[in-house]
């Protein structure tokens, strides 16, 4: 069964779904029809047929894409970039600094997902990852801009979800690739919530990034998980607001316990009224779990908590000198 979902998500802009782990709207990546054309996102390896199948049914033959952008490399985003990019020779490979040298060379980036997911269900998720040549790889950083021809994509540094994690303005349209700056918004479902996995998750950063992007964004903001979605400032303030009520859960629940598993269902527990505004069928909401797993989402907040403590720990012995 070969899917090749695709619908229009902004003026010049087409959606294809990767299908990730065989499921309809949980994962886009978006082809750009500039000039050049660009495609944003190629999702994981496990959905490259998914991918591939959907930039042909838009026209795209192997010589046609000029450009493909990943916008950080978690690897339901970027996962099968090296398949992607060996099957469109052409194309440039645009990738924040951070994240760059480890596309390159997946195998830090596959054991780090590895102790997140396990690595059994990331293989299940995300199969494996091919490097993608060095030479190919443009490295970017917040004010540089990808040229698409007759439009481009200016690139926002938004870290807080990863330190390797860019937003892109599209100058043809004004719509604002958020990718998972906000979080994870599915449309039929009508929640959004954070999406804060290990490892480098920074509230304060996360915060000011979605200030940014509000600045930014002139009418319509397309997520990865999933879709446009033209309500910006409710958004924006309910991404922001989320992101520290859920990080502030962590905290508190960390001074009850220092059990994962128990800090896991006091998140649960305590956050399940966000869905309460969209009653949806439990197979709907599921869908989260795929993407941004509790657990995880817990297990980052954690991780942030014990990073900051550490940091203001140093900046005080520093006072003291
Ligand atoms: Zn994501």
Redesign the pocket.
Known sequence: MTQHATFEAAPGITAVDTMMTGRAVV?SAYLIHAREPALVETGPTTSVDAVLAGLSSLGMGPADLAHIVVTHI?L??AGGLGRIAAAFPNAVVWIHQRGAPHMADPSRLVSSAARVYGEDRMLRMFGTVDPTPSGRIHAVDEGDVVPLGDRSLEVMYTPGHASHHVSLVDTGSGAVFTV?ALGVHLPDVGVLQP?TPPPDIDVELGVRSIERIRERAESLLLF??FGPVIDVEELCDIAAARLQRWAGIVRDAMIETEDLDRITELLRARTADEFDEAPAPRDRIDRFEI?ADMRNNAAGLVRYWHKRAEREQEEAAEADH
């Open positions: 994962t978690h339901d985003h998972d999406a990865s998980h993407l």
